[in-house]
């Protein structure tokens, strides 16, 4: 199973029975439906509908021209990973046609020659690939680097991984995934297997260009050690996936050499991310910095790179490379104890990974999404980011680093919301000529007694007696907090209501208590 399928699989929370009460069939309707009322309560977000509209507007937007850079930290680095986590979780195949539709686009825009007027000949090696000039230090030289790399591919191996784990994917996906890892091998491993080093040494005239912010491109190599954290492990997570595949009975390799390669790097990458991790016993939560060995040995990781952190550390834990499940509950606790500020209410977020405030914190602090892969250690990771995103950022506006959140946060919800909506409140029923009309208050809490953290709408029940059978009036969920059952009047119903989440198949909280017009009230 690729890293993607830890997120269902690792740090669940304790099993949840998931409630639903009534007995009797759920088969009757209602012809009509009141107005659309807002809700008079706390009303919490369908995640997954907020990315799905955000993607039918924005999500191809990333993919014209050659720019690696910008294939790396788009579709690649966020779009397509949420298309995989996506299809883990939901099963719908929608997101893994979108992903072949995307990776056939990149793979497209591989060049030998370089699609710039200004590059160093040696670009022109017989692999093609992307590069950018984006940065400035480089302008207007043409470069290829090793994080954009690992950006680019680690998705489309994850896809390899999913597609050959499943058989029943084979027929539809298993020609496109074969190819894919072809490619890969082809024009992106061999590349940086013939130039690789993991630390080549210093002279004084390496040591002020690399330390510059250089090095970290083919042809000027500082050593993936030299690297930030964050470079390196985007190609940290290609090769761990790639080690798993090399294990499997579909690979063809294209080098044999290529396969200890991948058990001997991948394993060193993953140790030496372990050991800059430094220990907090006081929260048990870890913080590190964001390149030991980079030009800025001194700066803390912050939330937005961690993405890629913490999906390197999911990939050890599959593996059982250097990392476990005690070193995820930490990283869950980095963001619980040191990133967050404790508060559902007004919740802040720290934009580095040790919590120390910093000018960043008010435009970046939010830019965590990757903590939510630890939702299943520490639930307020989701509630936490849920309640801010809920109360400050219109996803719409936003660019793929940002709206993947939505897409994260719909995820979690669920894999992780287990305890469904409390029982509505205060449920009244009034007559009103030939029709009941009846309204309740929404739950405060969920089933739990926890706040609540996910309310998609009501579900009225109707019976002849207050002991039932309660048939089901409404099939959609209402996202109201009223309900006007026609020509009812001249029955002697009884009424009851639930709430439901977003799960899907939803959660079913507790019914409400029952209500008629002949009790004026609670029965």
Same mark, same amino acid.
């Given at each position: 199973?690729?890293?993607?399928?830890?997120?269902?699989?690792?740090?669940?929370?304790?099993?949840?029975?998931?409630?639903?009460?009534?007995?009797?069939?759920?088969?009757?309707?209602?012809?009509? +439906?009141?107005?659309?009322?807002?809700?008079?309560?706390?009303?919490?977000?369908?995640?997954?509908?907020?990315?799905?509209?955000?993607?039918?507007?924005?999500?191809?937007?990333?993919?014209?021209?050659?720019?690696?850079?910008?294939?790396?930290?788009?579709?690649?680095?966020?779009?397509?990973?949420?298309?995989?986590?996506?299809?883990?979780?939901?099963?719908?195949?929608?997101?893994? #046609?979108?992903?072949?539709?995307?990776?056939?686009?990149?793979?497209?825009?591989? =060049?030998?020659?370089?699609?710039?007027?200004?590059?160093?000949?040696?670009?022109?090696?017989?692999?093609?690939?992307?590069?950018?000039?984006?940065?400035?230090?480089?302008?207007?030289?043409?470069?290829?680097?090793?994080? @954009?790399?690992?950006?680019?591919?680690?998705?489309?191996?994850?896809?390899?991984?999913? &597609?050959?784990?499943?058989? =029943?994917? +084979?027929?539809?996906?298993?020609?496109?995934? @074969?190819?894919?890892?072809?490619?890969?091998?082809?024009?992106?491993?061999?590349?940086?297997?013939?130039?690789?080093?993991?630390?080549?040494?210093?002279?004084?005239?390496?040591?002020?260009?690399?330390?510059? #912010?250089?090095?970290?491109?083919?042809?000027?190599?500082?050593?993936?050690?030299?690297?930030?954290?964050?470079?390196?492990?985007?190609?940290?997570?290609?090769?761990? %996936?790639?080690?798993?595949?090399?294990?499997?009975?579909?690979?063809?390799? !294209?080098?044999?050499?290529?396969?200890?390669?991948?058990?001997?790097?991948?394993?060193?990458?993953?140790?030496?991310?372990?050991?800059?991790?430094?220990?907090?016993?006081?929260?048990?939560?870890?913080?590190?910095?964001?390149?030991?060995?980079?030009?800025?040995?001194?700066?803390?990781?912050? &939330?937005? +790179?961690?993405?890629?952190? /913490?999906?390197?550390? $999911?990939?050890?834990?599959? =593996?059982? $490379?250097?990392?476990?499940?005690?070193?995820?509950?930490?990283?869950?606790?980095?963001?619980?104890?040191?990133?967050?500020?404790?508060?559902?209410?007004?919740?802040?977020?720290?934009? !580095?990974?040790?919590?120390?405030?910093?000018?960043? #914190?008010?435009?970046?602090?939010?830019?965590?999404?990757?903590?939510?892969?630890?939702?299943?250690?520490?639930?307020?990771?989701?509630?936490?980011?849920?309640?801010?995103?809920?109360?400050?950022?219109?996803?719409?506006?936003?660019?793929?680093?940002?709206?993947?959140?939505?897409?994260?946060?719909?995820?979690?919800?669920?894999?992780?919301?287990?305890?469904?909506?409390?029982?509505?409140?205060?449920?009244?029923? *009034?007559?009103?000529?030939?029709?009941?009309?009846?309204?309740?208050?929404?739950?405060? %809490?969920?089933?739990?007694? %926890?706040?609540?953290?996910?309310?998609?709408?009501? /579900?009225?029940?109707?019976?002849?007696?207050?002991?039932?059978?309660?048939?089901?009036?409404?099939?959609?969920?209402?996202?109201?907090?009223?309900?006007?059952?026609?020509?009812?009047? =001249?029955?002697?119903?009884?009424?009851?209501? %639930?709430?439901?989440?977003?799960?899907?198949?939803?959660?079913?909280?507790?019914?409400?208590?029952?209500?008629? *017009?002949?009790?004026?009230?609670?029965?």
């Amino acid at each position: 199973m690729g890293m993607v399928g830890l997120l269902l699989l690792i740090g669940q929370p304790e099993a949840r029975e998931r409630v639903n009460p009534l007995s009797g069939p759920e088969s009757a309707m209602s012809a009509q +439906h009141p107005p659309a009322i807002p809700f008079e309560g706390p009303k919490s977000t369908d995640w997954y509908a907020v990315f799905v509209t955000w993607d039918q507007a924005y999500g191809d937007n990333y993919l014209d021209g050659r720019d690696g850079g910008t294939f790396a930290w788009g579709p690649s680095g966020y779009v397509q990973r949420m298309y995989l986590n996506l299809y883990r979780t939901f099963k719908e195949t929608v997101w893994l #046609d979108k992903l072949v539709k995307q990776i056939d686009r990149i793979l497209k825009a591989r =060049s030998d020659v370089p699609p710039y007027e200004v590059y160093d000949p040696r670009y022109v090696d017989g692999y093609r690939g992307w590069g950018q000039d984006r940065y400035s230090q480089y302008k207007p030289e043409y470069t290829e680097w090793f994080c @954009d790399d690992g950006l680019i591919i680690s998705p489309m191996l994850a896809f390899v991984e999913l &597609v050959w784990d499943d058989p =029943s994917l +084979h027929a539809a996906y298993r020609a496109k995934a @074969d190819d894919c890892l072809r490619i890969v091998e082809e024009d992106v491993i061999a590349k940086w297997y013939a130039n690789w080093a993991p630390d080549p040494g210093w002279t004084e005239e390496d040591n002020s260009r690399y330390r510059e #912010d250089r090095g970290y491109h083919v042809y000027e190599w500082s050593g993936w050690k030299n690297q930030p954290l964050n470079m390196y492990l985007s190609f940290t997570d290609a090769l761990v %996936t790639l080690r798993r595949l090399s294990r499997s009975p579909y690979y063809r390799p !294209y080098q044999e050499a290529f396969v200890p390669f991948y058990a001997a790097q991948s394993e060193q990458m993953m140790r030496f991310f372990h050991d800059q991790m430094q220990y907090d016993a006081e929260v048990d939560a870890y913080t590190w910095k964001y390149g030991p060995n980079s030009c800025w040995p001194d700066l803390v990781e912050d &939330v937005g +790179h961690g993405f890629i952190d /913490i999906q390197a550390a $999911l990939q050890g834990v599959q =593996s059982g $490379l250097s990392f476990t499940e005690k070193d995820l509950e930490r990283m869950a606790s980095t963001f619980v104890h040191k990133v967050w500020n404790g508060s559902l209410k007004q919740p802040v977020f720290s934009y !580095y990974v040790d919590g120390i405030p910093s000018e960043f #914190d008010a435009d970046r602090g939010s830019w965590g999404w990757g903590f939510l892969y630890l939702a299943g250690y520490d639930y307020r990771i989701w509630e936490a980011m849920a309640a801010y995103f809920e109360k400050e950022v219109s996803i719409q506006d936003q660019s793929a680093y940002i709206a993947v959140t939505a897409a994260m946060l719909g995820i979690a919800t669920q894999a992780h919301d287990r305890w469904a909506p409390g029982a509505p409140m205060h449920p009244e029923v *009034v007559c009103s000529g030939q029709d009941l009309r009846i309204s309740w208050r929404p739950p405060e %809490t969920d089933a739990d007694g %926890t706040a609540l953290t996910g309310l998609k709408g009501y /579900i009225v029940y109707r019976a002849p007696g207050p002991e039932g059978p309660f048939d089901r009036l409404n099939e959609a969920p209402l996202d109201t907090t009223r309900y006007v059952d026609r020509g009812a009047a =001249s029955e002697s119903y009884f009424y009851r209501i %639930t709430a439901v989440d977003y799960r899907r198949p939803p959660n079913e909280g507790a019914p409400s208590t029952t209500v008629s *017009v002949r009790s004026g009230g609670t029965d």
